[in-house]
């Protein structure tokens, strides 16, 4: 008898489960087919990058931002809107920079962008013999008998073989961020890099660099990875090749701004709060498209869909702009301490940072077993849609901070084969986004977000 009732309640337990499915799947279709037939995400985009443009923190263009974001979230039906005070870094690219090659007499010119964070040449440039290297144990073993007054040239590619991009970049970007410093260490006088791209084209790519206490400042800047390829085999055939910059960037006083926040309140639960969210800032040289137009218009089309559809969340949403991850991360610093200063308890953060290609997924970090064997079990309902990828894996640069509060990370995934052709690069523009890929990673994310809040964690 004991068997029969275990029986019979096993079947009830699966019709209850698989009714719930259905349910879910009817939702999750809805919020699809939504932002694929009247979505609002591409025209959040083209108004960000083509009316705004190029938003690096500090500058006028990244407060227009904030006031477009306010504006166009409350439009969308947001319970609240507000800023958040921070105050950011503030370096100015100045006058378009100068490069060439010096062979004998012979000059050729090549594309290159200051890093951001560098400080300027000498007004007029700044030219010496190249030393061509790898990595930084290659740079120290030469020393400074080989260095001193020399310019540095780190010329180490992205692993090609890495099928993640992401991972690929992570292995290539200790050039960027810290060269300077190394170089600087055994005498050299400035210092170049190979862009951080798997392509090869003629964009140079910038991106944040710091430098450490104590070690001499000299200027930095990125040539495009075909200028790469032409200065190292000018080397090879060559060895006293020299190499000339100029560039007229500054560090100014920090300055103030802010990160746009923009709420729908729980109906249950309105003290538990789940973040969506990219960052509202971008590099100067571009419109920032791709990183992070996308991930700032997915994430309000979040709320706009949650609005349009009558779901009413358990928890309060909040969709958050972070502004300056480019170059100092203060917005998601600054949203980390504020929560942890009004005691808010955030069950989860969803942050877009990686492009608006085709949907592959999401990277859970911070999430134990259950947790993570939970968000895995939604499989089945994303699978229509192309999503197959549910794994560990990095949650963000801006949510990153709310990490040590116990807050579970997620990352959205795009495909990653095509971002490295436009990071940080003057071809990041509106016109290489297309629009079925940015509203398809909008309804995965609201999905995500409508599941996690339903269910919890």
Not at 103 to 122: F, Y
Not at 199 to 228: E, K, R, W
Not at 367 to 374: D, G, L, M, R
Request: glycine share 10%.
């Amino acid at each position: 008898m004991k068997k029969k009732y275990s029986f019979i309640t096993t079947l009830l337990l699966s019709a209850t489960l698989s009714q719930a499915q259905t349910a879910d799947s009817v939702i999750v279709k809805k919020l699809y087919d939504a932002t694929l037939t009247h979505g609002q995400s591409y025209e959040w985009l083209r108004q960000l990058t083509t009316q705004i443009g190029g938003r690096l923190a500090g500058s006028a263009n990244a407060a227009k931002a904030v006031q477009w974001g306010k504006s166009v979230l409350e439009q969308a039906g947001a319970d609240r809107v507000f800023l958040q005070d921070v105050m950011v870094p503030h370096w100015e690219r100045g006058a378009k920079e100068e490069a060439y090659i010096v062979n004998g007499k012979q000059k050729i010119t090549v594309p290159l962008l200051a890093l951001g964070g560098s400080i300027a040449t000498p007004k007029k440039g700044l030219q010496a013999e190249v030393i061509e290297v790898q990595n930084f144990q290659e740079l120290r073993a030469l020393g400074k008998e080989k260095c001193e007054g020399k310019i540095i040239f780190f010329n180490r590619p992205m692993d090609a073989t890495k099928i993640n991009t992401f991972e690929a970049y992570g292995g290539a970007g200790d050039q960027r961020r810290s060269g300077a410093n190394e170089a600087s260490k055994v005498g050299a006088i400035g210092v170049i890099i190979r862009s951080l791209s798997n392509t090869l084209n003629d964009y140079p790519h910038t991106g944040s660099m710091q430098y450490a206490t104590g070690v001499p400042l000299i200027p930095a800047g990125a040539i495009s990875t075909n200028a790469a390829e032409l200065l190292s085999k000018t080397l090879k055939e060559n060895p006293k090749t020299q190499f000339f910059f100029k560039q007229n960037c500054e560090t100014l006083d920090d300055a103030p701004s802010h990160n746009v926040v923009a709420e729908i309140k729980g109906s249950e639960k309105p003290d538990e709060y789940i973040v969506v969210g990219g960052h509202l800032d971008s590099w100067d040289v571009a419109q920032g498209a791709h990183d992070d137009g996308t991930g700032i218009a997915q994430s309000m089309e979040v709320l706009r869909l949650f609005k349009e559809l009558g779901i009413r969340p358990k928890r309060t949403i909040r969709i958050v702009l972070f502004m300056n991850e480019e170059n100092g991360n203060r917005g998601g610093i600054k949203y980390a301490e504020l929560a942890k200063q009004n005691n808010e308890k955030h069950i989860f953060a969803l942050e877009s940072d990686s492009g608006g290609f085709t949907p592959k997924g999401f990277g859970i970090q911070g999430a134990a077993a259950s947790v993570f064997e939970k968000i895995q079990g939604y499989k089945s309902l994303f699978a229509p849609y192309g999503l197959h990828e549910i794994e560990r894996g990095g949650g963000g640069v801006d949510i990153g901070p709310l990490g040590p509060q116990g807050t579970v990370l997620i990352g959205f995934k795009p495909d990653s084969q095509r971002y490295f052709e436009y990071h940080h690069a003057s071809n990041d523009k509106f016109d290489t986004v297309n629009q079925r890929e940015l509203e398809l990673g909008a309804a995965s994310m609201a999905s995500l977000v409508y599941l996690l809040d339903k269910y919890g964690l």
